[in-house]
């Protein structure tokens, strides 16, 4: 069992940062790849950023790519997705999941652990 806790999310203007931490405990994290999520009201939850257990491999979605950057620290046992430029089409809540499977998840199927989710607002 794992539990995973968000927390950075918040209020901020259009063009702005804010940087999201996901603190996990209760298994090994270095041994697990880590992903993003976000879901909009209305809308289904979708893919933002993965990295790779060791840190080494990372990916985006379009949307983001060029904007957030993910990044993990195993000593902490924490996982980060820093967001700059923000867009209102940013605003949703945003989960962190684990992968007990090797290589980067891009669908929330194939993560098996997920935190409570944080919620970032973007005004314009």
């Known amino acids: 069992q794992v539990q995973l806790v968000e927390s950075g999310g918040g209020l901020v203007q259009a063009g702005g940062s804010l940087r999201l931490s996901c603190a996990a405990s209760g298994r090994t994290f270095s041994s697990y790849g880590m992903g993003w999520f976000r879901q909009a009201p209305g809308k289904e939850r979708e893919f933002v950023s993965a990295?790779?257990?060791?840190?080494?491999?990372?990916d985006y979605a379009d949307s983001v790519k060029g904007r957030f950057t993910i990044s993990r620290d195993n000593a902490k046992n924490t996982v980060y997705l820093r967001m700059n430029s923000l867009e209102p089409e940013d605003t949703a809540v945003y989960y962190c999941a684990i992968r007990y499977r090797l290589g980067l998840g891009y669908g929330p199927n194939e993560y098996d652990y997920w935190g409570q989710g944080t919620q970032v607002t973007v005004s314009s």
């Open positions: 990295i790779s257990r060791s840190g080494g491999n990372t």
